[in-house]
């Protein structure tokens, strides 16, 4: 299954998808990736609000793909993200924190921004609760 590639069971938000190109495959790892132009990957496909924002944010990173092209893309902002999410995890102390690097919070502001029209007011509140930016 982890090629697979999934359909969300939330209509506008697959719909969303489709609109912007964006195909959401499963990996095993506990991890959400975005590899624009081709794939987002993300584990547990579950069809939870969390498993939603989840592919939101991962969308909001396909959108800083589209705004920016390929090579300030990866240069500014993927590059950083994965070096941050490497921090994160070699921190001895637990007092680095992925979730508030510059390519993250971006992602959320990018995701919340296009999604506010789409999901809906209370939705779209949670979803700034679990991804600050």
């Given at each position: 299954?982890?090629?697979?590639?999934?359909?969300?069971?939330?209509?506008?938000?697959?719909?969303?998808?489709?609109?912007?190109?964006?195909?959401?495959?499963?990996?095993?790892?506990?991890?959400?990736?975005?590899?624009?132009?081709?794939?987002?990957?993300?584990?547990?496909?579950?069809?939870?609000?969390?498993n939603?924002?989840?592919?939101?944010?991962?969308?909001?990173?396909?959108?800083?793909?589209?705004?920016?092209?390929?090579?300030?893309f990866?240069?500014?902002f993927?590059?950083?993200?994965?070096?941050?999410?490497?921090?994160?995890?070699?921190?001895?102390?637990?007092?680095?924190?992925?979730?508030?690097?510059?390519?993250?919070?971006?992602?959320?502001?990018?995701?919340?921004?296009?999604?506010?029209?789409?999901?809906?007011?209370?939705?779209?509140?949670?979803?700034?609760l679990?991804?600050?930016?």
């Amino acid at each position: 299954m982890q090629n697979a590639v999934y359909k969300i069971k939330d209509e506008k938000l697959q719909q969303s998808l489709l609109d912007l190109g964006v195909k959401i495959k499963e990996t095993n790892n506990n991890m959400g990736l975005c590899l624009a132009p081709f794939y987002i990957r993300i584990s547990k496909v579950d069809h939870s609000m969390f498993n939603q924002f989840w592919i939101m944010h991962e969308v909001g990173h396909w959108l800083q793909y589209k705004k920016y092209g390929f090579i300030v893309f990866y240069l500014f902002f993927g590059l950083p993200s994965v070096l941050s999410q490497y921090l994160e995890l070699i921190d001895p102390f637990k007092k680095y924190k992925h979730r508030y690097c510059f390519a993250e919070k971006s992602a959320n502001q990018f995701a919340y921004n296009y999604f506010k029209n789409v999901i809906g007011n209370e939705k779209i509140a949670l979803f700034r609760l679990y991804y600050p930016f």
